[in-house]
T-cell receptor, first 115, second 116 residues
Framework: AQSVTQLGSHVSVSEGALVLLRCNYSSSVPPYLFWYVQYPNQGLQLLLKYTSAATLVKGINGFEAEFKKSETSFHLTKPSAHMSDAAEYFCAVSAGGTSYGKLTFGQGTILTVHP | GAVVSQHPSWVICKSGTSVKIECRSLDFQATTMFWYRQFPKQSLMLMATSNEGSKATYEQGVEKDKFLINHASLTLSTLTVTSAHPEDSSFYIC????????????FGPGTRLTVT
């Protein structure tokens, strides 16, 4: 079984500041990990994913995440926040294999970017 | 590319009636589609997995007779909430898996169901 915990339902940063969204997972098998972003009235969009290759994963829009097995974490970062980054972000895990598409999501983190 | 649509985006129905929600992959074929449910301020919960031409697989605790899923073609899956009750009010989201794009999932914008 898998589970995901996102620490902080709301994160607020200033434009240009570092963005750090935290995600910890639990999985009984080697996990596949994902970060999705959701803008208002739109579907979830994949930012990046970890599928057992490189532990540092680079995604779209300047985001990246690092898989740390020892810490069971997959935190999302961006060096410099932009106003357009304001959205809700979801971390998700799957077991891979035939269950690759069966995602277990975290509760989501709303990112606010102040000018 | 890789757009998934849902219809309707918002629906209100009376208790006891049934509501059908459509999920379409507009520019790719999806052998597998997933249905999620999201309660206010909560995460998405997987309800079921549907494969084209076969019966859907439901997650534990999801009533298959209440949430009927049909995946009749490679671009269309439907979710019918039968005999809806107020506790079925929720945000329903579908996703479609592209066999061409390394089984990437693309999500629809969701359907808001309110049962009065």
């Amino acid at each position: 079984a898998q589970s995901v915990t996102q620490l902080g339902s709301h994160v607020s940063v200033s434009e240009g500041a570092l963005v750090l969204l935290r995600c910890n997972y639990s999985s009984s098998v080697p996990p596949y990990l994902f970060w999705y972003v959701q803008y208002p009235n739109q579907g979830l969009q994949l930012l990046l994913k970890y599928t057992s290759a490189a532990t540092l994963v680079k995604g779209i829009n300047g985001f990246e995440a690092e898989f740390k097995k020892s810490e069971t974490s997959f935190h999302l970062t961006k060096p410099s926040a932009h106003m357009s980054d304001a959205a809700e972000y979801f971390c998700a895990v799957s077991a891979g294999g035939t269950s690759y598409g069966k995602l277990t999501f975290g509760q989501g983190t709303i990112l606010t970017v102040h000018p | 590319g890789a757009v998934v649509s849902q219809h309707p985006s918002w629906v209100i129905c009376k208790s006891g009636t049934s509501v059908k929600i459509e999920c379409r992959s507009l520019d790719f074929q999806a052998t597998t589609m997933f249905w999620y449910r999201q309660f206010p301020k909560q995460s998405l919960m997987l309800m079921a997995t549907s494969n084209e031409g076969s019966k859907a697989t439901y997650e534990q605790g999801v009533e298959k007779d209440k949430f009927l899923i049909n995946h009749a073609s490679l671009t269309l899956s439907t979710l019918t909430v039968t005999s809806a009750h107020p506790e079925d009010s929720s945000f329903y989201i579908c996703s479609a898996e592209s066999a061409v794009s390394s089984y990437e999932q693309y999500f629809g914008p969701g359907t808001r169901l309110t049962v009065t």
